[in-house]
């Protein structure tokens, strides 16, 4: 019979992750903001798009912690392209003229160099999850050495 920490492990190891995807996710935020507040040009622009990327990449994590971080990065720059791409219609253009909100999430006009920038933010993205992940097995390594 398993016992009950054997039983929950899985639950808290899902909770913390969600957890440290919703801080990475404010994080991100937070950087993109300050991005845009103290950064013009190029900088601003395509750090942004390395940022929304990790962000749709925290949101794969929080939304599926289990994920692996091959599969959110993957993910991620799915959905970064895929939005990109919506920019060669007019619809993200319209949206954007309605809310900034949409202007923000959306775009207004396709750029093909954010694709590299989507790829360099999926890799950071795996990269930190990946090194986590190796620091929490080691840590959970040690725990059974007591």
Same mark, same amino acid.
């Given at each position: 019979?398993?016992?009950?920490?054997?039983?929950?492990?899985?639950?808290? $190891?899902?909770?913390?992750?969600?957890? &440290?995807?919703?801080? @990475?996710? =404010?994080?991100?935020? !937070?950087? %993109?903001?300050?991005?845009? @507040? $103290?950064?013009?040009?190029?900088?601003?622009?395509?750090? $942004?798009?390395? =940022?929304?990327?990790?962000?749709?990449?925290?949101? !794969?994590? &929080?939304?599926?912690?289990?994920?692996?971080?091959?599969?959110?990065? %993957?993910?991620?720059?799915?959905?970064?392209?895929?939005?990109?791409?919506?920019?060669?219609?007019?619809?993200?253009a319209e949206l954007s003229q309605r809310s900034d909100?949409?202007?923000?999430?959306? *775009?207004?006009?396709?750029?093909?160099?954010?694709?590299?920038?989507?790829?360099?933010?999926?890799?950071? *993205?795996?990269?930190?999850?990946?090194?986590? *992940?190796?620091?929490?097995?080691?840590? *959970?390594? $040690?725990?059974?050495?007591?």
């Amino acid at each position: 019979m398993a016992r009950i920490s054997e039983t929950h492990d899985g639950d808290v $190891g899902q909770i913390r992750t969600r957890l &440290l995807a919703v801080g @990475a996710a =404010l994080l991100t935020v !937070v950087a %993109g903001l300050g991005l845009r @507040a $103290g950064v013009s040009g190029g900088v601003a622009k395509y750090g $942004g798009d390395a =940022l929304y990327t990790i962000l749709i990449f925290t949101i !794969v994590v &929080l939304v599926a912690p289990r994920v692996t971080p091959l599969t959110a990065a %993957g993910s991620a720059l799915a959905v970064s392209c895929a939005v990109e791409f919506l920019q060669l219609s007019q619809v993200p253009a319209e949206l954007s003229q309605r809310s900034d909100l949409a202007r923000l999430v959306l *775009g207004t006009t396709f750029n093909a160099l954010d694709l590299f920038w989507y790829v360099v933010g999926a890799v950071v *993205g795996w990269l930190v999850h990946t090194a986590g *992940g190796s620091l929490s097995s080691r840590r *959970g390594a $040690g725990r059974g050495r007591r």
